[in-house]
């Protein structure tokens, strides 16, 4: 309705004095600049950020230590995906061969794999869910 010459509110006097609305903070840039800035509310300028939540993944990690110690009884093939990890990192040594399936691992950890004469098979999230 702006633009109009009522701007929607009818005929010249219908609106006047309605008086002032006591939840409005009129005047906290100019004649109550001090009672704004003695306010235990903050009132100006920005409050903190939200970072987004999709930046917030949650990684379930397990090292080349540990997977050393799961393959003490003789597997050669560990799917890590089914046991619940994300990732796979490279913290500690790895003796034996394995075939290891896992959604993502680093660098070290695939050196030291295929160091070791093991195989590591990369899953993506399509092949996860068929």
Same mark, same amino acid.
Do not use: C
């Given at each position: 309705?702006?633009?109009?010459?009522t701007?929607?509110y009818?005929?010249v006097?219908q609106?006047?004095?309605?008086?002032? @609305?006591?939840?409005? #903070? =009129?005047?906290?840039? @100019?004649?109550?600049?001090?009672?704004?800035s003695?306010? /235990? /509310?903050?009132?100006?300028? @920005?409050?903190?950020? !939200? &970072?987004?939540?999709?930046l917030? !993944?949650?990684? %379930? *990690?397990? +090292?080349? %230590?540990?997977?050393?110690q799961l393959? +003490?009884?003789?597997? *050669?093939s560990i799917?890590? &995906?089914?046991?619940?990890?994300? #990732?796979?990192?490279?913290t500690? #040594?790895? *003796?034996?061969?394995?075939?290891?399936? =896992?959604?993502?691992?680093?660098?070290?950890? *695939? /050196? %030291?794999?295929q160091?070791?004469?093991? @195989?590591?098979?990369?899953?993506? %999230?399509?092949?996860? /869910?068929?």
């Amino acid at each position: 309705m702006r633009g109009s010459r009522t701007q929607g509110y009818g005929r010249v006097g219908q609106h006047r004095d309605a008086g002032s @609305k006591g939840y409005r #903070k =009129v005047g906290m840039h @100019k004649h109550r600049w001090s009672i704004a800035s003695n306010m /235990e /509310e903050p009132y100006f300028g @920005k409050h903190g950020f !939200r &970072s987004p939540q999709a930046l917030h !993944r949650k990684e %379930k *990690t397990i +090292n080349l %230590k540990q997977l050393d110690q799961l393959a +003490n009884n003789g597997q *050669t093939s560990i799917n890590l &995906s089914e046991m619940g990890y994300t #990732k796979l990192l490279g913290t500690g #040594k790895i *003796t034996k061969p394995l075939i290891i399936t =896992v959604p993502s691992a680093s660098k070290s950890a *695939t /050196e %030291k794999i295929q160091a070791a004469g093991g @195989k590591l098979i990369i899953e993506t %999230k399509q092949e996860a /869910e068929a």
